[in-house]
């Protein structure tokens, strides 16, 4: 059976704890000082401990810094009046799980209990993980053996077993909600929600609904009540991508949650607990952020208890091959048919510079995938950046991207000059072609290419999405906005 030792010099709180740690299956013993810890400890290693920071003959930290104290297998939730950055940094350091406030907070506590444990099975699941990158590659969700990517898995390997912020910065494309996403799975909430929010994404007047919740009648439209985010994802993750996107009177009300715990749907006063392990993201620096006002200063003080950096994809070219040979496995296993690289596709790729980083890879090798006539995908069929985009998508099969007939298609002349603008038709070899207009407005030139590219892929919107080296929700979103312009393919 589970075992906890409560360490608190106020009985109530201690006697309160061991009946509700009782009721959840556990056994338990009080100490009341460091001595009284010490002896216990002494008779038996616990699974949990409960430890106040505040003590008669000293601090709760004195014992975790005690090497004659048995805890190298126990979990260790600190108990603390004050949630605080200072409280957050120093658990994480002296190898604290979590920490829990005063007055004790039931629902956290029960939390905490469910969420328990032996910090030697999360240490070998880590280093299956670790054994697993020097067979494959592969740590949990992240692909890569460089030694950028080694010290990401060891700044996860790190936090993972720990409660506390996190703060991912790093280029757009770089990969951060998949770090997220790898600390969530290997954490103690790894069967509870783990959910992901764009706060650049959410309209300014909805974003506080959308991640509180409101209620019926609180504003015009709000036929009901409605569940935010932080109620959604009680007792996981919840995932805040560009946090520095979200407006300054909201920031204030996200930094009383993290401080706090509790939150309010909007047009209710009833306070709301939220259990929730936030990870925050952001691909601009977060110094500057602040010195724009974008960001509070003291928000991002208790975002980035644990900062983590992803470099761009240009300064671990060694991993693009691995990257690579998954998103096309990952997209063979999706449409059914396998493909191949032929000879120095993939050193072709090793020496692009990659703006869009991992998430241009993976836009590349599946329109690659999509351009190959057979089960190997060749050089041709590789685009990379925007450059003769529009050749690949609309010329004849096999003419590649740098192709001059292909060019003078989509030109609209063999000599490349503007061609009037709305044509529409078939190059000379009859491949569908389309020709712009000079001046035409950048939105409708896209509109344009979207449309015709849908329709040449006889409206398969996983295949056009590829083509154009975006995501299947920014084409969802693009074809939203054209139904209802009146527009289709």
């Known amino acids: 059976m589970t075992h906890a030792l409560i360490v608190d010099d106020d009985t109530d709180s201690a006697n309160l704890m061991a009946e509700l740690i009782g009721m959840e299956g556990f056994t338990t013993a009080i100490a009341h000082s460091l001595h009284d810890a010490r002896r216990q400890l002494a008779l038996q290693e616990p699974d949990l401990l409960l430890l106040d920071l505040v003590l008669p003959d000293g601090s709760g930290m004195d014992l975790l810094r005690d090497d004659s104290a048995s805890l190298s297998n126990t979990e260790v939730v600190l108990i603390t009046g004050h949630a605080s950055v200072e409280t957050s940094v120093q658990a994480l350091r002296m190898g604290a799980a979590d920490y829990l406030t005063k007055p004790l907070n039931i629902k956290h506590l029960r939390g905490v209990l469910s969420r328990v444990m032996r910090p030697s099975a999360l240490e070998a699941e880590i280093q299956t993980l670790r054994e697993e990158v020097d067979r494959i590659g592969r740590f949990g969700p992240l692909w890569g053996r460089s030694q950028p990517m080694r010290r990401i898995q060891d700044q996860i390997a790190k936090v993972c077993g720990t409660g ?80 520095t996107e979200m407006p300054p009177e909201l920031q204030v009300k996200l930094l009383r949650v993290l401080e706090t715990g509790t939150f309010s749907r909007v047009g209710s006063t009833r306070i709301q607990e939220a259990d929730v392990r936030v990870i925050a993201a952001t691909n601009r620096s977060p110094e500057q952020a602040v010195a724009e006002g974008q960001l509070r200063e003291d928000l991002l003080y208790r975002l980035n208890v644990f900062p983590i950096h992803l470099c761009p994809l240009r300064d671990r070219l060694e991993d693009i091959p691995l990257l690579a040979q998954h998103f096309l496995q990952d997209i063979a296993r999706r449409e059914g ?147 209802a312009q009146g527009y289709t393919a």
């Open 164 to 243: 506390v912020t996190v703060l991912i910065t790093g280029q757009s494309g770089t990969g951060k909600e998949v770090v997220a996403r790898a600390i969530h799975d290997l954490s103690r909430r790894r069967k509870q929600p783990f959910l992901a929010v764009n706060c650049g994404a959410i309209s300014r007047n909805l974003i506080e609904s959308e991640l509180f919740g409101h209620e019926k009648g609180s504003f015009t439209g709000a036929d009901r009540q409605h569940i935010g985010f932080f109620e959604q994802a009680h007792g996981g993750t919840l995932f805040l991508d560009e946090v």
């Open 337 to 483: 048919s396998n493909k191949t690289f032929a000879p120095g596709v993939l050193d072709l790729m090793q020496r692009h510079t990659w703006p869009g980083n991992v998430r241009e890879l993976r836009n590349a090798v599946q329109r690659a995938y999509v351009m190959a006539d057979g089960a190997v995908i060749q050089a041709r069929d590789l685009i990379l950046g925007t450059q003769g985009f529009e050749d690949a998508v609309l010329a004849p099969a096999g003419t590649g991207p740098a192709s001059a007939s292909a060019a003078a298609a989509v030109n609209g002349s063999p000599s490349g000059a503007p061609a009037p603008a709305g044509a529409a038709g078939r190059d000379e070899a009859g491949g569908p072609a389309i020709t712009v207009r000079v001046g035409t407005a950048l939105a409708d030139m896209e509109r344009d290419l979207i449309l015709a590219t849908l329709k040449h892929f006889n409206s398969h919107k996983e295949k056009t999405a590829a083509a154009l080296g975006v995501s299947l929700k920014t084409l969802y979103n693009r074809l939203k906005e054209y139904s």
